[in-house]
């Protein structure tokens, strides 16, 4: 092949790869797929009973909000001392993870909502199972989505 012909040749298969590269985009998971890997990792450290897991999943901050009982429980340090006192119970939560929503706020913030049935009680006690209508605010940050806010609202007996 003389050099013209290689040099076309080569000419060639750069455009094709350019135009190749142009047309991909990149993979990248959509938000509501790493909102949702968020909120199952949730779950799992609640039913791990690991506070070292449910920490790195909610904000770090004293604005980070959890109704829980009718009261309000401001910052992810209360929050975290509160969950590892129900830690030593029975401390179970079971998503209908086929009714999961997840509305996108912007670009960086997310609601989600799910139908979840809590199995609780105190250390030594029978525990209670209670359907709550789960609602989270979930905030991206530089690490990943984390946890903002938790609004469970008791469901309506069937």
């Known amino acids: 092949m ?12 750069c455009i094709g790869l350019l135009l190749v590269m142009m047309v991909l985009k990149p993979v990248h998971a959509a938000p509501q797929d790493e909102i949702r890997a968020a909120f199952e990792n949730f779950v799992a450290a609640q039913n791990d009973h690991d506070v070292g897991k449910a920490k790195a999943l909610l904000l770090a901050s004293p604005d980070f909000l959890w109704i829980t009982r009718g009261a309000p429980i401001w910052g992810s ?12 119970g029975t401390w179970r939560l079971d998503p209908d993870m086929a009714s999961l929503k997840i509305m996108m706020v912007g670009d960086g ?4 909502y799910v139908p979840i049935t809590f199995t609780i009680g105190a250390a030594g006690q ?16 530089a690490d990943g989505w984390r946890v903002a806010s938790i609004l469970p609202i008791p469901a309506a007996k069937p």
């Open 77 to 88: 340090d209360a929050a975290l001392k509160r969950f590892a006192a129900l830690y030593k």
């Open 109 to 112: 913030a997310a609601r989600l």
């Open 2 to 13: 003389s050099r013209l012909s290689q040099g076309h040749a080569t000419a060639g298969l």
């Open 126 to 141: 029978p525990p209670q199972t209670i359907r709550f209508l789960m609602n989270q605010l979930l905030v991206r940050t």
